[in-house]
């Protein structure tokens, strides 16, 4: 893959057309559901499914969830409700080793948070997968009776010695040819705990010669004498991920599997397991369909689970929620919106091909959605004294300021005038630069809601910097009052009352790598890098300044997001926040700085 970012491909969803065929064929309209996961039989004496489809959304929790995740559930939960279908949440958490409930939590958290809910109509699709063990075991003694699964008592060396390779077929285990009843007893005493560790492991037969890999009799249960956090020491035996997850799905209905590209090699194995215990009888048809569309990709970020646990642990960020972090609890409090994250993907589409989206396409997306939804406040982010030396001293008046120009339903509020205000330090120029149009001695300008200032001068320190400008105002120019035209400026600023301002913390987060494809090389086909990702950091992605605020915003709630006029969306932080004292995080500029656009 090359590290130019793909342009904008169509926003066309394959897996859409798929389910639209299939209901269209009434593929899955005779399944039946029992109200819960189960077999065939447990389905068979139920109603009709009243779910059109069913798809699931089915993390490992063992980390928080990234943007590509949001694709996944978006995509998940979005098809189940276009289509009257549900979409399950599935802890796959069949690995005893790694889970915890830490993950379990933040996991519910993020798929809430994107506006996703396995609560539909008196369903509670939330499921355990740990849950199913008595049934795994049960259909790998079934595989085992059918002459379908064998005890494999190889060493790892020798298995894997006789796998083969891509081009080399592989060779039949000396243990392939065991009885049926040799097998049934021996996975009775694996799972009875008469065997250490990797003494015995269950495979199934299939062909050791398949050119595919994996159909080269996979192993379907191995020996861990491990505490599970759901099932504790009642297991010693666990299964296999390639096994399990299919079982899974059949158990609960799913219609349509929906995973990315690195599982189609193992789709010949999902279908052959299913196939096997549906002529069983333990499984209900038609079976679940997996279906694979390409993981997402962007530019200037990471998504591989090691590299974020290496963010974290080496601390080049705060935490799994720095707002740097591509992280779902890291958008939540950096302030990005998840209306944002369902028009990117939206836009992006779901297709086969690996593709790198570009970030300015994320962030387009966001600032598309904000700049509907949030009002506008005016904040002071590098802030200058203007004094209006005809102002009377102790005086103030009332500026009507609209909340949001797109929807005046929203209102206005008041900004406090006064003799002296804070301005953006660019807006004074001692010696304007060739199309200056804001302050400088003679230009007049206005100052935006309230009136027309005539610059006069300004104040230096012994170092010659700049640390008040001086004005006068045009007392019939106010915003609003017939005089308001009456004197024509190009020039449009922005401004706090001084003697009313809040100076705020605000953190002004830029992209956390400097590069589009961090290391050199895109994750996931290619996993050597040319160089070490962390060599990209860009050294200037959190900048954190005092900011002179409008005085409304001191009741800013955490989380809550507004445009700060000129600036870009902020949010109030989530974490450091206190009442009455809000700390900002820039979610996004108002424009693209990058010039990344259209690469
Ligand atoms: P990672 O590869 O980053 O470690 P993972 O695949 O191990 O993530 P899981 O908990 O297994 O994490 O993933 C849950 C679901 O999210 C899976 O269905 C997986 O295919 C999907 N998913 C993970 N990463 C992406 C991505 N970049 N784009 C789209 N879907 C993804
Ligand atoms: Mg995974």
Same mark, same amino acid.
């Given at each position: 893959?090359s590290?130019t970012?793909t342009?904008?491909?169509?926003? *066309?969803?394959f %897996?859409?057309?798929i389910?639209?065929?299939?209901?269209?064929?009434?593929?899955h309209?005779?399944?039946r559901?029992?109200?819960?996961?189960?077999?065939?039989?447990?389905h068979?004496a139920a109603?009709?499914?009243?779910?059109?489809?069913?798809?699931?959304?089915?993390?490992?929790?063992?980390?928080?969830?990234?943007?590509?995740? *949001?694709?996944?559930? +978006?995509?998940? &939960?979005g098809?189940?409700?276009?289509f009257?279908?549900?979409?399950?949440?599935?802890?796959?958490d069949?690995?005893?080793?790694?889970?915890?409930?830490?993950?379990?939590?933040?996991?519910?958290?993020?798929?809430h948070?994107?506006?996703?809910?396995?609560?539909?109509?008196?369903?509670?699709?939330?499921?355990?997968?740990s849950?199913?063990f008595?049934?795994?075991?049960?259909f790998?003694?079934y595989? %085992?009776?059918?002459?379908?699964?064998?005890?494999d008592?190889?060493?790892?060396?020798?298995?894997?010695?006789?796998?083969?390779? +891509?081009?080399?077929?592989?060779?039949?285990?000396?243990?392939?040819?065991?009885?049926?009843?040799e097998?049934?007893?021996? $996975?009775?005493?694996?799972?009875?705990?008469? $065997?250490?560790?990797?003494?015995?492991?269950?495979?199934?037969?299939?062909?050791?010669a398949?050119p595919?890999?994996?159909?080269?009799?996979?192993?379907?249960?191995?020996?861990?004498?491990?505490?599970?956090?759901?099932?504790?020491?009642k297991w010693?035996?666990?299964?296999?991920?390639?096994f399990?997850?299919?079982i899974?799905?059949?158990?609960?209905n799913?219609?349509h599997?929906?995973?990315?590209l690195? &599982?189609?090699?193992q789709?010949? $194995?999902?279908d052959?397991?299913?196939?096997? +215990?549906?002529?069983?009888?333990?499984?209900?048809?038609?079976l679940?369909?997996?279906?694979?569309?390409s993981?997402?990709?962007?530019?200037?970020?990471?998504?591989?689970?090691?590299?974020?646990?290496?963010?974290?642990?080496?601390?080049h960020?705060?935490?799994?929620?720095?707002?740097?972090?591509?992280?779902?609890?890291?958008?939540?409090?950096?302030?990005?919106?998840?209306?944002?994250?369902?028009?990117?993907?939206?836009?992006?589409?779901?297709?086969?091909?690996?593709?790198?989206?570009?970030?300015?396409l994320?962030?387009?997306a966001?600032?598309?959605?904000?700049n509907?939804?949030?009002?506008?406040?005016v904040?002071?982010?590098?802030?200058?004294?203007?004094?209006?030396?005809?102002?009377?001293?102790?005086?103030?008046?009332?500026?009507?300021?609209?909340?949001?120009?797109?929807?005046?339903?929203?209102?206005?509020?008041?900004?406090?005038?006064?003799?002296?205000l804070?301005?953006?330090?660019?807006?004074?120029?001692?010696?304007p630069?060739?199309? &200056?149009?804001?302050? &400088?001695?003679?230009?007049? *300008?206005?100052?935006?809601?309230?009136?027309?200032?005539?610059?006069?001068g300004?104040?230096?320190?012994?170092?010659?910097?700049?640390?008040?400008?001086?004005?006068?105002?045009?007392?019939?120019?106010?915003?609003?009052?017939?005089?308001?035209?009456?004197?024509k400026?190009?020039?449009?600023l922005?401004?706090?009352? *001084?003697?009313?301002?809040y100076?705020?913390?605000?953190?002004?987060y830029?992209?956390?790598?400097?590069?589009?494809? =961090?290391?050199?090389?895109?994750?996931?086909?290619?996993?050597?890098?040319?160089?070490?990702?962390?060599?990209?950091?860009?050294?200037?992605?959190?900048?954190?300044?005092?900011?002179?605020?409008?005085?409304?915003?001191?009741d800013?709630?955490?989380?809550?997001? $507004?445009?700060?006029?000129?600036?870009?969306?902020?949010?109030?932080?989530?974490?450091?926040s206190? =009442?009455?004292?809000?700390?900002?995080?820039?979610?996004?500029?108002?424009?693209?700085?990058?010039?990344?656009?259209g690469?």
């Amino acid at each position: 893959m090359s590290n130019t970012p793909t342009p904008l491909p169509p926003a *066309a969803n394959f %897996i859409k057309n798929i389910v639209e065929a299939d209901l269209a064929a009434g593929k899955h309209a005779q399944r039946r559901w029992a109200g819960q996961p189960g077999t065939a039989a447990d389905h068979a004496a139920a109603p009709l499914d009243p779910a059109k489809i069913r798809t699931r959304f089915p993390p490992e929790p063992n980390g928080y969830l990234h943007f590509g995740h *949001a694709k996944s559930i +978006l995509l998940n &939960f979005g098809l189940a409700k276009q289509f009257g279908g549900r979409c399950h949440l599935r802890f796959d958490d069949t690995n005893p080793e790694k889970e915890e409930q830490e993950y379990v939590d933040s996991i519910i958290d993020a798929v809430h948070w994107l506006g996703c809910s396995w609560e539909n109509e008196g369903e509670t699709n939330l499921y355990q997968a740990s849950n199913y063990f008595n049934w795994m075991a049960q259909f790998a003694e079934y595989l %085992i009776s059918a002459g379908h699964a064998y005890v494999d008592s190889q060493s790892a060396e020798e298995m894997r010695a006789n796998r083969g390779t +891509l081009t080399q077929p592989g060779k039949d285990s000396p243990f392939r040819k065991r009885s049926i009843e040799e097998n049934a007893d021996l $996975f009775k005493r694996m799972q009875a705990g008469e $065997f250490p560790d990797g003494a015995h492991i269950l495979r199934a037969r299939i062909d050791m010669a398949s050119p595919n890999i994996n159909l080269r009799d996979p192993a379907i249960y191995r020996i861990r004498h491990a505490t599970h956090h759901n099932t504790g020491d009642k297991w010693c035996i666990y299964p296999m991920y390639t096994f399990a997850h299919p079982i899974e799905d059949a158990l609960e209905n799913i219609t349509h599997s929906i995973c990315t590209l690195e &599982f189609e090699d193992q789709r010949p $194995f999902y279908d052959w397991l299913l196939e096997r +215990l549906a002529e069983g009888g333990l499984l209900q048809r038609p079976l679940p369909q997996q279906i694979e569309f390409s993981r997402l990709n962007l530019t200037y970020i990471v998504l591989s689970k090691r590299k974020l646990i290496q963010l974290v642990q080496e601390n080049h960020v705060s935490g799994w929620d720095d707002p740097r972090m591509p992280t779902l609890v890291g958008a939540r409090r950096r302030g990005y919106s998840p209306d944002g994250f369902k028009l990117f993907m939206d836009r992006i589409g779901v297709t086969k091909n690996d593709s790198l989206i570009d970030y300015v396409l994320f962030e387009d997306a966001m600032r598309e959605v904000m700049n509907e939804s949030d009002e506008r406040r005016v904040a002071v982010l590098d802030p200058l004294k203007l004094i209006i030396d005809n102002y009377p001293e102790g005086q103030f008046e009332d500026c009507a300021v609209t909340n949001h120009p797109l929807h005046p339903e929203l209102g206005t509020r008041i900004m406090p005038f006064g003799r002296e205000l804070w301005i953006e330090g660019e807006d004074f120029q001692e010696l304007p630069e060739k199309g &200056f149009r804001r302050l &400088f001695p003679g230009n007049k *300008a206005r100052l935006k809601y309230g009136y027309i200032v005539e610059c006069t001068g300004c104040d230096k320190d012994e170092n010659g910097k700049v640390i008040a400008v001086h004005c006068t105002y045009l007392p019939d120019t106010k915003s609003g009052t017939p005089g308001a035209d009456s004197v024509k400026v190009k020039g449009n600023l922005h401004w706090v009352s *001084a003697a009313h301002a809040y100076p705020a913390e605000v953190r002004l987060y830029d992209r956390l790598f400097s590069v589009p494809a =961090p290391g050199g090389r895109r994750e996931g086909n290619a996993p050597e890098l040319e160089r070490n990702f962390l060599d990209d950091l860009n050294p200037a992605s959190k900048t954190v300044i005092t900011a002179m605020l409008e005085p409304s915003l001191k009741d800013a709630q955490p989380e809550q997001r $507004f445009q700060f006029e000129r600036h870009g969306y902020f949010a109030a932080d989530r974490v450091d926040s206190k =009442p009455g004292a809000p700390v900002f995080n820039r979610a996004v500029t108002l424009k693209d700085s990058w010039g990344t656009k259209g690469n």
